[in-house]
């Protein structure tokens, strides 16, 4: 199986400041995919030394995910 994946980054004007598209090949969730851009993304920004980044996403089992480790590294 293959799935698509990918991300856009938006500097502080909506101008696309970096953009990455993925194949993934394996039986990945939505989930999984959705996830994967979005480390995908994290990474791209650590690697530009970004030091505030937003996630925008319509996954909210995602957003609640990435909530919860955001509550714990506090």
């Given at each position: 199986?293959?799935?698509?994946?990918?991300?856009?980054?938006?500097?502080?004007?909506?101008?696309?400041a970096g953009?990455?598209?993925?194949?993934?090949?394996?039986?990945?969730?939505?989930?999984?995919?959705?996830?994967?851009?979005?480390?995908?993304?994290?990474?791209?920004?650590?690697?530009?030394?970004?030091?505030?980044?937003?996630?925008?996403?319509?996954?909210?089992?995602?957003?609640?995910?990435?909530q919860?480790?955001?509550?714990?590294?506090?």
């Amino acid at each position: 199986l293959r799935a698509g994946a990918a991300w856009i980054c938006y500097d502080a004007n909506w101008h696309v400041a970096g953009q990455y598209a993925m194949a993934l090949h394996c039986p990945c969730s939505p989930l999984i995919t959705k996830a994967t851009a979005c480390l995908e993304a994290v990474r791209w920004a650590m690697g530009q030394q970004l030091q505030q980044i937003q996630i925008l996403t319509d996954c909210q089992v995602l957003v609640k995910l990435l909530q919860s480790y955001n509550s714990n590294v506090d």
